[in-house]
């Protein structure tokens, strides 16, 4: 089922693998989900070698998730859990969905050990995705783990109200994190959980100089300043880049069907922005950043048009994302 291809990037990603348990009036469903997992087979199927690392049990969740990574060709390397796998649970057969999360989820740990460094010291690209970044012990293992992450870091804080512990910590601890990576991807949603302002506001925040930091004029090497790009997606209103004094918008796109499943769209954008990436390096252009985001928009209105986060192609456009 891989597509995977002679060439293509090693990209390494870190974070969450779950079940994601739909329950509605007609009955309840299952599916290997996680946001980072989602992310990784994205990546593979846009032709990328990529390896997870995320938390497992042994249980038969577990199981479900390895074969499923099996299939698309997505290595594994797993950090151990005493709670069984993760599992979050959308209950939507009353009014607004409730969203739940077990044990496991709500203690996620990743373990930073040889096999875990060795899969993102051999990564051209490494993209951490729902990762524990209130807890301080996870957020200094990912920092000193990670190599010159301005040049090969994305980053999806992705937090979860069911999950989060500490929001000041994520928060400040996601920032830190932020400021040195290559790619920041912020949504909405996360605006309000983390700052309980509008998406807006959070990205100026990012793009803000550090408390103590230096400006331009006081720095001889004004280069050393540059902040990360910023993917900011906001549903309806489609998605802004933020790049080296560039603003570059694009709408969703519009293709035949209806809207299925919303579920896997901000996965599907990042993965595709990420293999765009692979493929053309970062183009602090105006023009690099929209041929970007017009793959990415094409793919994930693909994606919600079909049940489950899995990434979709176009069906009209086979060579998109090569």
């Not at 506001?201 to 793009?207: A, H, I, K, S, W």
């Not at 906001?234 to 209806?258: F, Q, W």
């Not at 293999?275 to 970062?282: E, F, K, L, Q, T």
């Amino acid at each position: 089922m891989t597509t995977t291809a002679p060439g293509s990037a090693r990209v390494t990603v870190i974070g969450d693998a779950l079940i994601d348990e739909l329950r509605t009036p007609h009955g309840a469903r299952e599916f290997v989900g996680g946001a980072a997992l989602n992310v990784a087979v994205g990546l593979a199927l846009l032709g990328e070698r990529v390896t997870l690392v995320a938390m497992l049990g042994d249980d038969e969740p577990a199981t479900r998730i390895r074969s499923f990574l099996k299939d698309y060709g997505v290595r594994l390397v797993e950090s151990p859990s005493t709670y069984g796998t993760s599992r979050a649970i959308s209950d939507r057969t009353a009014g607004e969905p409730r969203y739940e999360f077990n044990e496991a989820a709500q203690r996620s740990r990743i373990r930073f050990d040889d096999a875990t460094r060795a899969a993102i010291d051999a990564a051209d690209l490494v993209v951490v995705s729902c990762f524990p970044f209130d807890d301080a012990d996870q957020a200094a293992e990912l920092h000193a783990a990670i190599s010159r992450p301005g040049v090969r870091l994305a980053i999806d804080g992705n937090p979860r109200a069911g999950m989060l512990h500490d929001r000041d910590a994520f928060l400040a601890n996601f920032t830190a994190a932020a400021r040195d990576a290559m790619l920041v991807k912020l949504g909405g949603d996360d605006a309000e959980l983390l700052i309980g302002a509008p998406l807006a506001e959070f990205v100026g925040r990012l793009r803000a100089p550090a408390d103590g930091e230096s400006t331009t004029a006081e720095r001889a090497d004004a280069s050393a300043l540059r902040t990360p790009a910023i993917l900011a997606t906001a549903g309806r209103e489609g998605a802004i880049v933020y790049d080296d004094g560039h603003e570059v918008h694009a709408d969703i796109v519009d293709l035949p069907g209806p809207v299925v499943d919303t579920m896997g769209a901000g996965d599907a954008t990042l993965a595709a922005v990420v293999h765009h990436i692979a493929v053309h390096g970062v183009r602090h252009t105006a023009a690099g950043w929209a041929d970007a985001l017009a793959e990415a928009m094409t793919i994930a209105a693909a994606t919600v048009r079909h049940e489950g986060a899995t990434l979709r192609l176009p069906a009209s456009s086979p060579g998109l994302g090569s």
